[in-house]
T-cell receptor, first 110, second 113 residues
Framework: DADVTQTPRNRITKTGKRIMLECSQT?????MYWYRQDPGLGLRLIYY???????NKGEISDGYSVSRQAQAKFSLSLESAIPNQTALYFC?????????FGEGSRLTVL | AQKVTQAQTEISVVEKEDVTLDCVYE???????LFWYKQPPSGELVFLIR??????QNEISGRYSWNFQKSTSSFNFTITASQVVDSAVYFC??????????FGRGTSLIVHP
């Protein structure tokens, strides 16, 4: 089983729908991150959390919200999806060194 | 603020050629870490290397090597004798005192047979 698991892996939805992307990890790390990847733009940080009671906005948090339900779980929500939120989303965790990424969630908003 | 620049958007080579991927960074922190990740066509992100700001020794791992130069704020990645399986998008990243990793825009490497 993967250390960082994202669900769903692929999702197609319509404009205005609420979407939740879930992330769970078995690495025991406190730090968790949500990134968005768009072609040519690299990975941009949406939100991050350093422990269960700590939630922080990244550089592109508008239109998104998060919930840290437990040390192992960090969910990303799009309250009202719009087409320019079509992207590949990655959850990541970090202990002391590098980031460990999930396999990504590809979201398409029509 | 910290910034990572990967000026090469796409590089195309023929198998067995050597190729260098450039990474230039900006940070005001004296302690920081640099990383390279690989994203093959399957989409996952694979960690390749971490280097801290106090260790300027070059590193070699098989056909991969990394050149860290603080004087030019660069952390370049060279693949020797490239192979088709090296085709991927490569990301350089920086983590400083804020503990927030910042990524470059990535370089797409295409290795032709």
């Amino acid at each position: 089983d993967a250390d960082v698991t994202q669900t769903p892996r692929n999702r197609i939805t319509k404009t205005g729908k609420r979407i939740m992307l879930e992330c769970s990890q078995t690495k025991g790390h406190d730090r968790m991150y949500w990134y968005r990847q768009d072609p040519g733009l690299g990975l941009r940080l949406i939100y991050y959390s350093f422990d269960v009671k700590d939630i922080n906005k990244g550089e592109i948090s508008d239109g998104y919200s998060v919930s840290r339900q437990a040390q192992a779980k960090f969910s990303l929500s799009l309250e009202s999806a719009i087409p320019n939120q079509t992207a590949l989303y990655f959850c990541a965790t970090r202990g002391g060194g590098e980031l460990f990424f999930g396999e990504g969630s590809r979201l398409t908003v029509l | 603020a910290q910034k990572v620049t990967q000026a090469q958007t796409e590089i195309s080579v023929v198998e067995k050629e050597d190729v260098t991927l450039d990474c230039v960074y900006e940070t005001r922190d004296t302690t920081y870490y640099l990383f390279w990740y690989k994203q093959p066509p399957s989409g996952e992100l694979v960690f390749l290397i971490r280097r801290n700001s106090f260790d300027e020794q070059n590193e070699i791992s098989g056909r991969y090597s990394w050149n860290f130069q603080k004087s030019t704020s660069s952390f370049n990645f060279t693949i020797t004798a490239s192979q088709v399986v090296d085709s991927a998008v490569y990301f350089c990243a920086l983590r400083g005192g804020s503990y927030i990793p910042t990524f470059g825009r990535g370089t797409s490497l295409i290795v032709h047979p």
